[in-house]
């Protein structure tokens, strides 16, 4: 009796610790599926939340990007001849020596335009013009170390040691990362525009010369961008409303030399640039400052004179005008016009009282 009352104590025992794990398991079974939930409600808010932080993030970038202020720099012609390469033998060689007092200026902008008066080359003829300018293949990663991003090549000196020098201009720029606009070894180089993008505002620059109109490039020879009117304003409105460029900045080589006023060509030609969508007309080649113009929505810098040449038999050739561009938010908000001097080596530097 007793032994048969020990098995029933064991038996309800045994089922008793029976129901207790299955009941253990059921609530542990539900406690997990419950916790399963619980990470997979914490991993999709996670999600959410760095959603949410990129998608702040990146309005905090876009709205940094409206209120910062860009600046362009654009001064003008840069002769690497003649005197100015006689002041750089005299000073080891060094193509850096004619760019020294305006380096440290270049580094604070946050892009710098020029124009390149002569090509860079060891090729080609002489032409026989009366002035006629090559620069020598070290020119060019001394304008790349002076931080000038962008030069233009359409004036009336590219052409001086004939096409072969032009287009061996293009290959030295390229190895030293300086963009280049206004010509070029075959038609589509000559005619593309350089971009650039400030924060959020995209910007393209297109040059060209009044002079040598019949020398633009084609499919297979070196030369200049084609000047015409017609093809400018296309070429202005393709840029804004297919490439939705915010900004057009044109290059000019144009006027009278010496002229401390611009002619009546630049003048109409300027606003019929402007009128065409132009933002910014850049002027050179008189090698004397001009006047700038403020007209309609665009601005022209007539002529920026002279910006490293040997022209020492005036004052007003060693004289030159760097402007700073001021850009915000896709708009040019002002400009700042700077007087410099040219000193007895040939280096610009800024003008002080």
């Given at each position: ?23 253990f ?15 997979q ?9 760095e ?18 202020i ?20 005299q000073?080891?060689?060094d ?22 008066e ?12 009366p ?21 233009s ?12 020098s032009?287009?061996?201009t ?20 000559a005619?593309?525009?350089t ?5 959020n505002?995209?910007?393209a ?34 840029l ?5 460029v ?24 300027g ?18 400052k001009?006047?700038?113009?403020r007209y ?18 005036s ?15 896709k ?11 040219i000193?007895?080596?040939f ?7």
């Open positions: 009796m007793e032994k048969r009352k020990k098995i029933s104590l064991l038996t309800i025992f045994i089922i008793c610790a029976f129901c207790a794990l299955l009941v398991s059921f609530f542990l079974k539900e406690n997990n599926k419950n916790i399963s939930n619980l990470f409600k914490i991993s999709l808010e996670k999600k959410q939340l959603s949410e932080k990129d998608q702040l993030k990146t309005l905090l970038e876009e709205e940094t990007k409206k209120e910062t860009y600046r362009v720099t654009v001064v003008g012609d840069i002769m690497l001849d003649r005197g100015v390469k006689t002041r750089v033998k000073n080891s060689g193509y850096n020596f004619p760019f020294q007092l305006m380096k440290s200026y270049f580094s604070n902008s946050d892009y710098v335009f020029a124009n390149l002569g090509s860079i080359s060891s090729v080609g003829a002489d032409t026989g013009k002035f006629s300018f090559r620069f020598e293949p070290a020119a060019a990663p001394a304008l790349a170390a002076a931080g000038i991003d962008l030069v090549l359409a004036n009336n000196h590219i052409l001086d040691w004939g096409r072969d032009l287009c061996a293009t290959t030295h720029l390229e190895k030293v990362n300086v963009a280049f606009v206004g010509a070029g070894c075959n038609n589509n180089q005619e593309k525009s971009l650039v993008t400030l924060g505002t995209k910007i620059f297109l040059a060209y010369t009044e002079f040598y109109q019949g020398a633009h490039a084609t499919v297979t020879a070196p030369g200049l961008s084609e000047y015409s009117m017609t093809k400018i304003r296309e070429k202005i409105k393709a804004k409303e297919d490439e939705d915010d900004l057009v900045f044109v290059s000019m080589h144009w006027g009278d030399e010496y002229k401390a006023r611009a002619n009546n060509y630049q003048v109409t030609t606003y019929k640039l402007v009128e065409m969508g132009a933002d910014l007309v850049i002027g050179h080649h008189p090698h004397v001009q006047e700038i113009e309609k929505n665009g601005w022209i810098i007539y002529s920026l004179g002279n910006f490293i040449f040997d022209q020492s038999w004052k007003e050739t060693m004289e030159g005008l760097m402007v700073d561009i001021f850009i915000q938010n708009k040019i908000i002002n400009l700042e016009p700077i007087d410099l001097l000193n007895k080596d280096q610009p530097a800024i003008e002080t009282i």
